[in-house]
């Protein structure tokens, strides 16, 4: 099977074209464009799966599906030490940990 059947997509309306949209998360330089919903959907995988197939016959590792990735839940983010500070006094005012309030905005 194509490691392609289990890439991301996605398909947004744009105004600017005033048409659908079809985009993969794992090949972003990929798009599909169309005035139908279900055809940008049908057009961007089935190019994800000629690009996927192209490279392997070139000998190319298609990138892996971000599904098929295993997460830790852990990762670093820098902010400015006054974000910080204020981040601190607030998770102190609720009670709860830096981590608890930081993950509670984050998954909103």
């Known amino acids: 099977m194509s ?5 991301t997509y996605r398909v947004h ?4 074209d005033e048409a659908h949209i079809g985009t993969v998360a ?3 330089s990929l798009s599909w464009i169309s005035g139908n919903q279900t ?8 190019l994800a799966l ?4 192209d490279m392997a016959t070139a000998g190319e590792t298609p990138p892996p599906a ?3 990735r295993e997460y830790s839940g852990k990762f670093l ?13 607030e998770a102190a005012e609720q009670n709860v940990s ?3 309030l930081a993950a509670s905005r984050l998954t909103r």
Do not use: M, T
């Open 3 to 7: 490691v392609a059947k289990h890439y």
């Open 13 to 16: 309306w744009s105004p600017e």
């Open 26 to 28: 794992e090949l972003p």
């Open 39 to 46: 055809e940008a959907f049908l057009g961007i995988c089935q």
């Open 50 to 53: 000629d690009v996927v197939a």
């Open 66 to 68: 971000l599904a098929d």
């Open 77 to 89: 983010v820098r902010i400015p030490p006054e974000s910080h500070r204020r981040l601190v006094v």
């Open 98 to 100: 830096l981590n608890r």
